[in-house]
């Protein structure tokens, strides 16, 4: 079963938010875009299902885009704070299901959720995180954090490891993580079904600590 389409509004459509519309749109959901400079407006018109120029700091002009009816919201203006978070109250007092609001400071951050913002995200911030950690660790191809420490990495097989087969790690008595896969010719195999010897360029999906999961890879 396919899943279902969601309606989608994004108020501010400078790169992130431009970026958020366009792939939300690739995924099947129907946006909105929202921005008070009518090149911005012009410029995505014809890539996502709509596009109004708004001032939605104005909160009878933003009462107008019926938001309420939409399944979430997101606020993503750039650099001017006090619009940004004038915003951010205005979508909020019109009952919308769910708000997204991208800050640009810890500061900022701070202030959205004191006015009852439930997700402030920090995407230079996050990505510069995401980064750091791969450069960290060079064999980490990518990551993701489950909270509590938990973490799930892609890590490429490189010379060291390659032509052992995946039951001679000893992945959860020896370092205390799990192997849940290996990506390999692109295709996905459990560790059960995996039964060949590692290539270099073999990409091995492990959970577990950070700690842990760096042990493991400076000791391969």
Known sequence: MANKSRNVAIIGLGTFGVSVARELTRMGDNVLGIDDNPARVSMICD????????????????????????????????????????????????????????????????????????????????????????????????????????????????????????????????HNISCMGVYTDCVFSSPAEFKDALKENDKIILFGTRSQLRKFSDAN
């Open 47 to 174: 890539e996502i299902k709509s596009s109004i120029q708004v001032d939605a700091t104005d909160d009878k002009a933003l009462s107008q885009c019926a938001l309420e009816t939409y399944d979430a919201v997101l606020v993503s203006i750039g650099e001017n704070t006090e619009a940004s978070i004038l915003t951010a109250m205005n979508v909020m007092e019109l009952g919308c299901k769910q708000v997204w609001v991208k800050a640009q400071t810890e500061t900022q951050r701070k202030i959205l959720k004191a006015i009852g913002v439930h997700h402030v995200v920090l995407p230079e911030q996050r990505f510069g995180t995401h980064i750091a950690q791969i450069i960290h660790n060079p064999y980490v191809d990518d990551f993701m954090s489950l909270g509590d420490g938990q973490y799930v990495v892609m890590m490429e097989v490189h010379s060291s490891l390659a032509g052992k087969l995946l039951k001679e790690f000893k992945f959860e008595k020896s």
